[in-house]
């Protein structure tokens, strides 16, 4: 991901879409999804906009309510089950679940 932001308008993009509250209901909408692809990418976005959002009260304000129903979705999440399963994804999806068991 950092590569991805020093591009400017990626990096414009990503800050415009993760302080949007109607994003964060899309991506809340899509873990709970019956496809894996989906929530797979629900995961990742979410990492963005929680990442994005800690100034953003209205968001964060909306995570927290909504705490256990999205540690339930993520922590849930197996993956794929593949041998060369995405490492980064993985390490987002840990720091995801940090970051949402931390709010007060």
Do not use: H, W
């Not at 990096?11 to 994003?23: A, G, M, Q």
């Amino acid at each position: 991901m950092n590569s991805e932001l020093r591009n400017p308008i990626l990096s414009i993009l990503i800050e415009n879409y993760s302080s949007r509250v109607d994003s964060l209901k899309e991506v809340m909408n899509l873990l709970i999804s019956d496809s894996k692809g989906l929530i797979y990418e629900a995961i990742r976005l979410m990492f963005i906009i929680v990442c994005k959002s800690k100034n953003n009260s209205k968001i964060q304000i909306i995570i927290k309510n909504n705490k256990d129903a999205l540690l339930e979705s993520i922590i849930g999440f197996a993956g794929f089950k593949k041998e060369n399963e995405d490492m980064v994804f993985q390490k987002e999806k840990k720091m995801l679940i940090t970051e949402i068991k931390n709010l007060p």
